[in-house]
C-alpha cells in the first residue's frame, strides 16, 4: 500500500494536546519550534482485521506538529450475531517518516475517539503500542470502558519526555503504531450485543499523533 501525505494535505483534523517541554537528559536538546522544511509520511503498510485494504490513510498537519491516521472500517463487537473474531479487533500502521536533516522526532501524545454501546455487565478496551522499527523500546496505554455505555468515547495517550521513544538520529527506521479494540460480555446479557467502535460522525476514524521534537547533535 502506497499512500503517501505531505504538509500540503488540505483538510487535516487538528486536536489540542498537552506536552511538556523538559529535556529527560542533559544530552537533549528539545526543540519549541518543529522544523520549517515540509513533512512527507509514506504508508509502508497496514495490517489487521480492524483495518482491511483501502480503509486507512494519513495526513499531516500544516504546522508539522501532528498527523492523523483516518480509518473507514474498525469495529470490536460481542454478541449473539457475532463471530469470535469480532471480539477483537486491531491495526497495525508501517509509517516511513521522512524528517528534515538535523531533528529527530517521538510521539508525544495520541487522540483516539469513538463510539460504545455497551451492555450492562459488559466491558470493553482500546490500547495503543508505538515503537520504531528494530528497537526494544516500546510505549504502550490502556483505557478501559465499562458498561452500561451507549456514547461517543474518547481517550489521550500522554507520554512523559523521559517515557519519548526517539527516532535514532542520523538512521533509517519506520514508526509503528499498533492499535487494538476488544470487547467482552463479561455478565452482560448473552442475547445482546456490545460494540466499540473508532468512527467519527462523518464514517471514518481519525486518531490525531502529536510530534515532540529534538535537534540531533
Given at each position: 500500500m502506497a499512500l503517501r501525505a505531505s504538509i500540503l494535505t488540505a483538510g487535516v483534523l487538528l486536536a489540542?494536546?498537552?506536552?511538556?517541554?523538559?529535556?529527560?537528559?542533559?544530552?537533549?536538546?528539545?526543540s519549541t519550534n518543529p522544523p520549517a522544511d515540509h513533512i512527507v509520511i509514506d504508508?509502508?503498510?497496514?495490517?489487521?482485521?480492524?483495518?482491511p485494504t483501502g480503509t486507512a490513510a494519513v495526513a499531516v498537519s500544516p504546522d508539522n506538529t501532528a498527523?492523523?491516521?483516518?480509518y473507514s472500517s474498525y469495529l470490536a463487537q460481542v454478541g449473539p450475531n457475532s463471530l469470535p473474531t469480532d471480539l477483537r479487533k486491531n491495526c497495525q500502521v508501517n509509517l516511513d517518516v521522512h524528517v528534515p536533516q538535523g531533528f529527530t522526532?517521538?510521539?508525544?501524545?495520541?487522540?483516539?475517539?469513538g463510539f460504545a454501546h455497551l451492555e450492562p455487565g459488559a466491558n470493553a478496551l482500546q490500547r495503543a503500542n508505538y515503537y520504531f522499527q528494530g528497537s526494544p523500546q516500546t510505549v504502550t496505554s490502556t483505557h478501559a470502558f465499562q458498561g452500561p455505555l451507549d456514547d461517543n468515547w474518547q481517550a489521550t495517550?500522554?507520554?512523559?519526555?523521559?517515557?519519548?521513544?526517539?527516532a535514532p538520529c542520523g538512521e533509517k527506521r519506520n514508526f509503528n503504531i499498533n492499535t487494538e479494540l476488544r470487547v467482552a460480555a463479561g455478565t452482560s446479557?448473552?442475547?445482546?450485543?456490545?460494540?466499540?467502535?473508532?468512527?467519527?460522525?462523518?464514517?471514518?476514524?481519525?486518531?490525531i499523533y502529536q510530534l515532540a521534537w529534538k535537534t540531533c547533535p
Open positions: 489540542t494536546l498537552a506536552g511538556t517541554a523538559l529535556p529527560a537528559q542533559a544530552t537533549t536538546v528539545l504508508v509502508a503498510s497496514v495490517n489487521g482485521s480492524g483495518c498527523f492523523t491516521v483516518t522526532y517521538a510521539i508525544a501524545s495520541a487522540d483516539y475517539r495517550d500522554s507520554v512523559e519526555i523521559a517515557a519519548l521513544v526517539w446479557n448473552r442475547n445482546a450485543t456490545s460494540f466499540m467502535t473508532m468512527d467519527s460522525t462523518d464514517g471514518g476514524i481519525n486518531t
